[in-house]
């Protein structure tokens, strides 16, 4: 048995991807032009390719999230401040080994284990947004600079769910009891129609810092999406 539930809802949270690394010191500058692309993939059980197709792949490992982000931006800066427009897509997923497992079964064809009971847990999230963001960046001290950035957007092409419950493999039939909580743009699971709004406005806030111990080198610190929401 599937139970569905269609509902607006407003989409809140607190996340924080972290990016590290050495990078060449830059001076800078009273005016500037910039734009930059940036691409990031994760994943747990199995590499990036491997869930392009279809989860074809020998040995997975034990894991619980999957995630891509591409996000490309173009803009001005003065001084501290900078102000860019940017188009981002998100694609974030969290399970069970239960869930994977059943979902790796069918994809490769394997004969699922007589008896066998899976409890299911599956919250998966896609969006395309649109938006322009503020900067300020400032140095409390000589060798550390602080970056404060604040995106508003348009988000649009929203899938976002979670299924929770349990499957049983009996005596060759498979039943359970499984809750669909689900907000979409387009429905790829059931055919019903559109009953929630798939789209919605959002902001979101970012932290890094740069730290400058010799004039050659710079560590950097990038704390993404600290704080974010749709409604």
Avoid at 81 to 100: C, E, I, P, Q, V
Wanted: hydrophobic share 40%; glycine share 8%.
């Amino acid at each position: 048995m599937v139970t569905t539930i269609n509902k607006h809802r407003r989409l809140c949270g607190v996340a924080m991807l972290i990016h590290a690394g050495v990078i060449g010191a830059q001076e800078p500058k009273d005016f500037s032009v910039f734009s930059q692309s940036e691409t990031l993939t994760y994943a747990e059980n199995l590499s990036i390719d491997a869930w392009l197709d279809n989860l074809h792949a020998p040995n997975p490992s034990p894991g619980e999230y999957a995630i891509t982000r591409n996000e490309t931006e173009f803009g001005i800066g003065f001084r501290g401040f900078s102000f860019a427009a940017f188009a981002r897509r998100d694609y974030y997923f969290h399970f069970n080994n239960d869930t994977f497992d059943l979902f790796y079964m069918d994809k490769n064809h394997i004969k699922k284990p007589e008896n066998g009971h899976f409890d299911i847990l599956l919250e998966v999230a896609h969006v395309d947004i649109q938006g322009a963001k503020f900067a300020f960046e400032f140095s409390p001290f000589s060798t550390l600079s602080a970056k404060v950035t604040l995106s508003a957007f348009t988000a649009d092409k929203l899938q976002f769910g979670e299924m929770t419950g349990f499957i049983d493999n009996k005596n060759n039939k498979v039943g359970g009891d499984v809750l669909l909580d689900y907000n979409y743009t387009k429905n790829y699971v059931l055919r019903r129609p559109l009953t929630a709004p798939g789209e919605g406005d959002g902001g979101s806030f970012r932290l890094g810092f740069r730290w400058q111990p010799r004039d050659n080198i710079a560590v950097q610190l990038l704390m993404q999406d600290m704080y974010g929401f749709i409604d």
